[in-house]
């Protein structure tokens, strides 16, 4: 197979024909400006910090975020999480009842659900023992109706990113969208995908403040793409998917590099720290290798351990019903007083 990706083959019928909605905001733009007065979209006059819609395409934010990753305003498209980012190229480019997604388990369960909640058919095709995409067995699931194949890299909750030369061969053979995952890049050695973005016109990439930047709470989350690939979403997206407390917060923290780096890495070294401890367990059977803020742990009974752990107040995530994932624990890493508790709690058992 090769490559003959085309924007216009793989947008769905509806979306190709659809007049987005124009917001008051999106027809007058400049709602900055202070002397104007802004009687066009029926909102309460009287100044609370919120009483104005926020900004639709998000600028400021997004500003920022061109500049600190190298790529252009309209590479770039917000979300409120990056679970509405991927919910969005489902309804983009993801015929109901018609066309499949593949995804890689064990992986991130949003893939999966989305394509459930849309109708869309998804193909499973595990990954290998040691958690690599299996290329081939990716390509033969691929049809006509194949529209998007999911990695997630750093994947969760195997916690190891996938190779080059994986990405590159389903990039280059793989005629629909290959979205790269990378909520947990931040934990990574590995360089972004986001430095590939002009070499491959089907590339879309996923990141997300939840994880490293520390703002689970205010949902943000980004997609990285083609121009082409980004105003196809932007037409279908709601108006004001992101809200201005999430864009304010947003724009504070990523302005606070310093002390994003600093967490991120007291995280990592914590990460190595527990790591250490972890091959000291005895009920521990096997330490999954890990570039992300969790690690994955095989230990002689999941379930057990998981219910021994809640007895003593903390909550870890039970993956044993997942494939390949048999007995497996995800920790994530805590602050070190945490990682502390946890582990003097896991030596006790
Ligand atoms: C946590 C996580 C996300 C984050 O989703 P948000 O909706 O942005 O909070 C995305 N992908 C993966 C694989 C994750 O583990």
Do not use: H
């Amino acid at each position: 197979m090769k490559n003959n990706f085309d924007i216009n083959t793989i947008v769905r019928e509806n979306v190709k024909v659809l007049k987005p909605y124009s917001s008051a905001r999106d027809e007058f733009e400049d709602f900055d400006s202070a002397d104007m007065i802004f009687l066009d979209a029926n909102e309460n006059p009287f100044e609370n910090g919120v009483n104005r819609y926020p900004d639709p395409q998000q600028m400021s934010v997004k500003a920022i975020l061109a500049k600190q990753k190298n790529v252009k305003l309209n590479q770039i498209l917000l979300g409120n999480g990056s679970d509405e980012v991927l919910d969005l190229l489902f309804r983009a480019f993801c015929e109901p009842k018609t066309d499949n997604v593949i995804t890689l388990p064990p992986t991130y369960g949003m893939y999966g659900v989305l394509a459930n909640i849309n109708a869309v058919e998804n193909k499973e095709v595990l990954l290998s023992d040691d958690f690599q995409p299996q290329i081939e067995k990716i390509i033969e699931a691929v049809d006509e109706n194949t529209k998007i194949i999911f990695l997630c890299s750093p994947n969760n909750p195997t916690g190891n990113s996938f190779s080059d030369e994986s990405v590159v061969y389903l990039l280059k053979n793989f005629s629909g969208l290959v979205v790269i995952d990378e909520a947990y890049i931040d934990f990574s050695k590995k360089e972004s995908w986001i430095n590939e973005l002009d070499e491959y016109p089907n590339l879309v990439i996923t990141q997300t403040l939840s994880k490293a930047y520390g703002l689970a709470g205010i949902r943000l989350g980004i997609c990285y793409a083609t121009a082409e690939v980004i105003s196809v979403l932007n037409k279908i997206k709601p108006p004001y998917n992101v809200n201005e407390l999430s864009q304010k917060r947003a724009l504070e923290r990523l302005a606070d590099s310093n002390k994003i780096n600093t967490e991120i890495a007291s995280i990592i070294r914590q990460r190595e720290e527990l790591l250490k401890v972890l091959l000291n367990v005895n009920f521990v059977e096997k330490i999954y290798p890990t570039e992300a803020n969790f690690i994955l742990v095989k230990v002689d009974d999941a379930n057990k351990r998981y219910a021994e752990l809640i007895a003593k107040g903390i909550v870890i995530r039970n993956r044993t019903t997942q494939p390949l994932c048999g007995n497996c624990l995800r920790l994530t890493v805590g602050t070190e007083l945490e990682n502390r508790k946890l582990m003097e709690v896991l030596k006790q058992l």
